[in-house]
């Protein structure tokens, strides 16, 4: 299963696009990358998933280069609703599953 | 629809005890997945169901978890028994598709998980 890394913690203030790059050297022909947000006592929410280059959905944007070996979650304009944790996923295709990391703790200040 | 379904959300229970989590996922949904998240480990799949059927179940602990899914709309998760160690927040998910090539989507449905104390 390929590894992923990304850093354990952000801060960010209110009003700004924050970035979280994750690492994924080992990743497969394929494998996709997925976003989850987890808040405190829920669950994990889907947040975006792509192959390649860039997906953009209402409310993060994935960019991906051509190697694959990286990802970046753009999350645009953030609010304090948006302090979690973000989890970088690889897998999901032919059975493949997906294993959770360490994740990134963001936290948005006002 | 309510989203995925699990109880109990909270269970206390004493060491050497029997423990069954319960899960509905979402209706018509093919896939099903447990998880177990601590501080320590993080979130980890334990086990994952197609159509009913077990398919990996590598993620499992040890011989005292066992998982069953008799039907599309109900699984359990059973320890026995139970020591303190297996304390965390087991979730379940969903999904209505997994690994299909050329799917845009992967995603899993989670639930509000069951946090678990073992004393």
């Known amino acids: 299963l390929a590894k992923t890394t990304q850093p354990i913690s952000m801060d960010s203030y209110e009003g700004q696009e924050v970035n979280i790059t994750c690492s994924h050297n080992?990743?497969?022909?394929?494998?996709?990358i997925t976003w989850y947000q987890q808040f405190p006592s829920q669950g994990p929410r889907f947040i975006i998933q792509g192959y390649k280059t860039k997906v953009t959905n209402e409310v993060a944007s994935l960019f991906i280069p051509a190697d694959r070996k990286s990802s970046t979650l753009s999350l645009p304009r953030v609010s304090l609703s948006d302090t979690a944790v973000y989890y970088c996923l690889v897998g999901g295709n032919a059975g493949n599953m997906l294993t959770f990391g360490g994740g990134t703790r963001l936290m948005v200040k006002p | 629809d309510a989203g995925v379904i699990q109880s109990p959300r909270h269970e206390v229970t004493e060491m050497g005890q029997e423990v069954t989590l319960r899960c509905k996922p979402i209706s018509g949904h093919d896939y099903l997945f447990w998880y177990r998240q601590t501080m320590m480990r993080g979130l980890e799949l334990l086990i994952y169901f197609n159509n009913n059927v077990p398919i990996d179940d590598s993620g499992m602990p040890e011989d005292r978890f066992s998982a069953k899914m008799p039907n599309a709309s109900f699984s359990t998760l059973k320890i026995q028994p139970s020591e303190p160690r297996d304390s965390a927040v087991y979730f379940c998910a969903s999904s209505p598709h997994w690994g299909l090539a050329g799917s845009s989507y992967n995603e899993q449905f989670f639930g509000p998980g069951t946090r678990l104390t073992v004393l």
């Open positions: 080992n990743i497969a022909t394929n494998d996709y």
